[in-house]
């Protein structure tokens, strides 16, 4: 039997250390992509963009971020977590640097780009941390860390809307560059690990993975022909490289967990209905009811408050009841809040934001809840890539999300209306996108009922 790795007992104080140092690097990386979220409307009026090509500052960053957060998650089986994060965090910082003086577009998204190289870093391994050091409190863990998330979601917009609306949107980059304040207690903070397994990483098997996804987003924001193409190819290579290659990027007998199979693509689902939802409602606040950036990030933060606060509240209840009921419980919340939004779009913004606040509360709750269950169907010495290809599939639900609804956006003269109870008219598009939402959410609920249902009897 292969001997599990050991790690090092943390007392009380150094937990909760650990425990704020995930929080303060978590609070920096979160507020990254809601604060460019708020901005998404001046950035695309200052290029001239449209949706499609807009939604790029969004997408190329998940993208990038998505193949990372695997990747660092494979990493963590390799190398200790200490070097990995400073080595991430230092490129976070340069490349927001970079896009403080981004003087044009392409300097931007590559600007993002970087940033998503050593961005990543942050919440791949800050999911791995709390299940190598604190297995016995990861329910309350994950909580926290999902809390945290939600909080610095809401933080994000009313900062993005404060700079941006007084001065430009290049100096929400000022807010990444002074993530290397966290270095220090990273430093010291974080447990010394013992040598790691020996092994490589599929870097050739990452690219090939990239290169189909990216194509296919391509395609599916410009209708390209020749990205659909290249996308296959890259998708073909991609399984031949997986089924061959010693150990590749994504491990296939990991897939054939069912459980696990389907604890990630419960998360994905979930996590395309909320990028959704935050990619469109900042274009749809400035479409439908003219609001400004500072506005607009009002309008987020109720939701995202009461995300950060139900995001406590929730690890307690994984560890009390376990992680089935939690997720059924999140994704009633996801149906409820996009019917909402869909039927009472064109009302007060105020009660928009009211609609808003009950899908966004469904967030840490999904997350957590998911995180927590992968942590029962692997096994501990395969935590880091199976935490990797979790938080890999989030973000690229994230990157589709994105894209997808970017293009839909671009869609003129929409008559159908898919929500019968719903105001017709300029915001047709809008709540024929949130009406999908909730069916996606209804049809993940019942895949998760249906799989899970025994298993969830063997592990109460």
């Not at 950035?43 to 998940?62: D, K």
């Not at 003219?290 to 995202?304: K, N, R």
């Not at 927590?372 to 890539?385: A, D, F, H, S, Y």
Request: proline content about 5%; aromatic content about 12%; glycine content about 8%.
């Amino acid at each position: 039997m292969e001997e599990q790795p050991v790690h090092k007992k943390l007392d009380k104080r150094e937990r909760k250390n650990l425990i704020l140092l995930i929080c303060i690097l978590l609070t920096f990386t979160v507020m990254n992509g809601t604060m460019f979220n708020v901005a998404i409307p001046d950035i695309a009026e200052e290029f001239n963009l449209l949706p499609s090509q807009v939604s790029w500052v969004m997408t190329g960053y998940i993208l990038v971020f998505a193949i990372g957060s695997l990747m660092y998650g494979k990493l963590a089986d390799l190398f200790p977590i200490k070097t990995l994060l400073t080595a991430g965090i230092i490129l976070f910082a340069s490349g927001a640097a970079l896009g403080l003086f981004s003087p044009n577009y392409p300097t931007l998204l590559a600007a993002r780009v970087l940033q998503a190289m050593g961005g990543a870093s942050i919440p791949a391994l800050s999911f791995i941390i709390p299940a190598r050091f604190m297995p016995g409190e990861r329910g309350k863990v994950f909580g926290i860390v999902s809390s945290t998330v939600a909080f610095a979601s809401g933080l994000g917009p009313i900062m993005g809307g404060l700079v941006g609306g007084a001065f430009n949107w290049r100096f929400l980059f000022i807010f990444s560059v002074l993530s290397l304040i966290a270095l220090p207690f990273l430093r010291r903070w974080l447990p010394e690990e013992e040598k790691r397994q020996t092994g490589k990483v599929d870097i050739l098997g990452a690219v090939l993975i990239a290169i189909t996804i990216s194509a296919f987003l391509l395609f599916v924001t410009s209708l390209n022909f020749i990205a659909l193409l290249a996308a296959a190819a890259a998708g073909v290579l991609s399984a031949w490289r997986m089924y061959t290659y010693e150990d590749p990027f994504i491990d296939p007998a990991m897939l054939k967990n069912v459980y696990y199979a389907f604890t990630i693509l419960t998360s994905f689902l979930g996590t395309i209905a909320m990028f959704g939802m935050i990619f469109v409602v900042p274009i749809m606040a400035r479409d439908i009811y003219s609001l400004s950036t500072v506005e607009i990030g009002l309008l987020l933060f109720p939701g995202a408050m009461a995300a950060g606060i139900i995001g406590q509240f929730g690890g307690k209840l994984i560890d009390r009841h376990g992680s089935y009921p939690v997720v059924q419980f999140a994704f009633l919340f996801v149906v409820a809040g996009s019917f909402l939004v869909s039927t009472f779009i064109g009302v007060p913004p105020w009660i928009i934001s009211l609609c808003i606040l009950v899908q966004y509360i469904a967030f840490p709750l999904i997350q957590s809840s998911t995180a927590n269950i992968l942590t029962q169907v692997i096994p501990e010495k395969r935590t880091g890539v199976g935490i990797g290809l979790f938080n890999l599939l989030n973000f690229l639900a994230g990157a589709i999300a994105s894209a997808v609804f970017g293009a839909i956006l671009d869609l003129q003269n929409v008559t159908l209306l898919l929500n019968p109870v719903a105001q017709n008219g300029s915001a047709t598009i809008y709540a024929n996108l949130f009406i999908g939402l909730s069916i996606l959410a209804v049809l993940t609920l019942f895949i998760f009922r249906t799989i899970f249902k025994n298993f969830a009897e063997k592990h109460k």
